[in-house]
Structure formats: structure tokens, C-alpha cells
DNA sequence: AAGAATTCCAACCGCTATATA
DNA sequence: CTATATAGCGGTTGGAATTCT
């Protein structure tokens, strides 16, 4: 009886199934002040109405700053093939040597793609020309992770291109080409991808001392190279857009599972989020060894689009009035709508003419 | 246009490993 | 050493998105 292991979690306490945009913000916010210390303790201290493990993979997953959405580059897909040989199903250590990738997406990637691709290749042997070129002897690193890594970044770099054209969509198009404006059902190109940026803190960066994240890609995170690796809000996958946005318009629902209008401390934290981000810039600058030349500019640059940015955020979650309401903490009402500059018409622009360290490059999802 | 089938992936589940008391 | 708590990992699945008929 007492036996064994307890359950993480009271299952009937916790929400479940996806994560909306508020939680993730709140989650977001929290990890990036407090850190992530204690997985089981995390949700009730950030407020939210998760287990602990959720809570986690969501980070790990998602919202960590470094994680890299998009599509795999035919690098990374051979990496992963010649990896998993030697490897087998270890995810994880596939995933350490992939920067960015989590081993939740290289496993569903694996699942979907890969070994069909495989088969085929199996099958048919040499009929897919593209896919032996490269793939096969010629940069058969056959386990240098170093060289993996390398031709990871020169994937990286190659999925810049692509990511500008898919890197909007909510969900990775099935068919990527000619996909630039016709719009899947259902889902406008301007269906927001939310690519935010509070600025490529490293996970290092904020959650140094405490960080249990094992996937290695922090090895990558200080590319300067402003979009392309993950953002907090690169999502691509379905936000479930109506179900977020309904859950935040229903006010029941929120009193119920997100207590926002009792949690001041929340709403500080958003308000710090910009000057902690700024400093999260600087730190990992200095951590990295990198110029921080761009640091006063960054900062500058950062807490204005910041700010902008979570008043929009704010307003299109529909939690700017509960706030105005309980909180009267809105510092300058003449924000509290306004759409980024690089997020207009809610049309994000390109990611890259935005800063590096800056935090407006921040999609959202479409205000219905 | 509509329904069925298929694909894909985010999130969950349960187990193991590790840390701590 | 044992018991318990927590983190992490890998397998599985539910259901939304997309394609097919």
C-alpha cells in the first residue's frame, strides 16, 4: 500500500492536456526568476495548475529559450540516422549532439519520418539521389560528436532560409513548398507563430545553478545569430489556438485554474520580466565570452519592445483588463495595445530585423 | 463540400536512475 | 542499508491538421 512510488501528482488537482498562452507566459516568467529548482514545487510557487512534470517538459521541450523549432535540416536528419545506430532509441544522447533539438522531437521525428525514410531506402536502395549524397560516406562522422555538432550548425544556418517561410505557421506544413501564402485550413499565415525572444537568455543564463536540462544544445545557444535557434514562443506546434483562446476569455475558467487576479506577484514579474531579460543578456554575453558592446543598446532596445510587447501580450490574451481592473498596473495606457513593431497587422516580420537581444520579435497567436 | 483516412506531434504515462534523509 | 522524493528518459496515445476520396 504505502508502498512504491506516489504519484507525482494529485491527477484530479492538475490541468492537463495543452498548454495556453498564459500559462506558458506565466511558467516563462517564473522559471525566469526563479529558476527551476524544484520541478514538484514549481507549479504551485508560479501558479499554475500543473504537475511538476508537466511543467518541466513543457520547459525543456518548448519554451526553453535555446530550443530550435523547425524543420530538420538533411543534416540533422543524417545525424540522427547515423546516431540511432549507434545509439539506438537513447533520444536524449541523440539529442545532445543535435543543439537545440530535444529528444522529444528527434523521437517523433525518428517516428515519422525517418524510418519510413529508411525503409524506403531500404527498399528501393539508391532511388532517392538527394537522400544518399550526403547523407551516407562522405561525412560519415560516424560519432564525432564535434563534427555532428558542426555540420549541426551548418544546418542551422541553412534552415535560416527555411525557417523564414515556415517559421510562421502554427504547425509545420506537410507540403513545404509553394506554402508560402496559401494558407492551410483554417490557419491564416498570419496565425501567429510565437516567436518572441525575450532574448535568447541561454538556459545558462538564467537557470545556471539549477539547471538539470540535459540536452546539451546549450553548447549552441550563443550563436549570435538572432532567430534562428528557438525563442520562448517559437512554437510551431498547435497551440491549439481556439482552446487557449477560449480558456483565457472565459473568465470562470481562469478564476478556477489560473488565479492571475489574486497572484500580484505574477503580474511584478511580468512587469520585471524586461529589466531581468536585459540583464540576461548581458550575463550570457559575458558567460560566452562574446562582445557586449551591444549590451546598453540591447538593453534599451530590449525594455521597450519588451514592454510593448507583453502589453500586447496582456491585451491579446484578454488579461489586460482583469489586470487594469485588479492590479491598476498599467503604467502607460497608450501601450497597452500597441502591436510590437515587428508584429503588425498580425503579420510578424522577418525575425532577423530584429535584434538579437531583443525581445519584440514575439508572435502570437491571432486575436479571433 | 463533406466525410473518411492518414499524418503528425504535444503531452502523458510509467519506469529507471539518482539524490537525500 | 532502506525508504522516499525527484528528475529524467523512452514509449505511447489523443486529437488536431491535413490529405484523400
Not at 168 to 179: G, H
Not at 182 to 193: D, E, L, M, T
Not at 295 to 304: K, L, P, Q, S, W
Request: hydrophobic share 30%.
Amino acid at each position: 500500500m504505502g508502498k512504491g512510488r506516489a504519484p507525482c501528482c494529485d491527477k484530479s488537482q492538475v490541468k492537463r492536456g495543452p498548454w495556453s498562452p498564459a500559462e506558458d507566459l506565466r511558467l516563462i516568467a517564473f522559471i525566469q526568476k526563479h529558476g527551476h529548482e524544484n520541478w514538484r514545487a514549481l507549479p504551485k510557487q508560479a501558479g499554475l495548475l500543473r504537475c511538476g512534470k508537466s511543467c518541466r517538459l513543457r520547459w525543456i521541450n518548448y519554451l526553453r529559450p535555446d530550443v530550435k523549432r523547425g524543420n530538420f535540416s538533411e543534416e540533422e536528419e543524417d545525424a540522427i540516422i547515423k546516431l540511432h545506430q549507434t545509439l539506438g532509441n537513447k533520444w536524449s544522447k541523440i539529442a545532445s549532439h543535435l543543439p537545440g533539438r530535444t529528444d522529444n522531437e528527434i523521437k517523433n521525428v525518428w517516428n515519422t519520418h525517418l524510418k519510413k525514410k529508411l525503409a524506403c531506402k531500404d527498399d528501393g536502395e539508391h532511388s532517392e539521389g538527394d537522400e544518399s549524397k550526403g547523407s551516407s560516406s562522405t561525412s560519415s562522422t560516424s560519432s564525432s560528436s564535434s563534427t555532428i555538432m558542426s555540420s549541426g550548425k551548418r544546418a542551422l544556418e541553412m534552415e535560416l532560409d527555411e525557417q523564414k517561410y515556415q517559421g510562421f505557421s502554427t504547425k509545420k506544413p506537410r507540403i513545404l513548398e509553394n506554402e508560402e501564402d496559401s494558407s492551410p485550413r483554417g490557419v491564416s499565415n498570419n496565425q501567429f507563430k510565437p516567436a518572441m525572444k525575450p532574448n535568447e537568455l541561454s538556459s545558462s543564463s538564467f537557470s545556471s545553478n539549477n539547471s538539470s536540462i540535459t540536452n546539451s544544445s546549450q553548447a549552441d545557444v550563443s550563436e549570435p545569430d538572432g532567430e534562428k535557434t528557438g525563442s520562448f514562443f517559437n512554437f510551431r506546434g498547435r497551440y491549439s489556438v481556439r482552446n487557449s483562446l477560449e480558456e483565457v476569455n472565459k473568465p470562470e475558467e481562469i478564476v478556477a485554474e489560473i488565479p492571475f487576479e489574486s497572484d500580484y506577484d505574477f503580474w511584478n514579474m511580468l512587469d520585471s520580466l524586461s529589466s531581468f531579460q536585459s540583464s540576461g543578456i548581458q550575463l550570457q554575453n559575458v558567460e560566452a565570452g562574446q562582445s557586449s558592446r551591444f549590451g546598453d543598446a540591447y538593453n534599451n532596445i530590449a525594455e521597450v519592445e519588451n514592454n510593448k510587447w507583453l502589453r500586447y501580450l496582456e491585451n491579446e490574451l484578454g488579461l489586460d483588463a482583469t489586470k487594469d481592473e485588479n492590479h491598476n498596473l498599467s503604467k502607460n495606457a497608450a501601450e497597452s495595445t500597441i502591436v510590437p513593431e515587428n508584429f503588425q497587422h498580425g503579420i510578424p516580420l522577418k525575425p532577423a530585423e530584429v535584434h538579437p537581444g531583443t525581445v519584440g520579435n514575439f508572435h502570437l497567436w491571432p486575436s479571433l
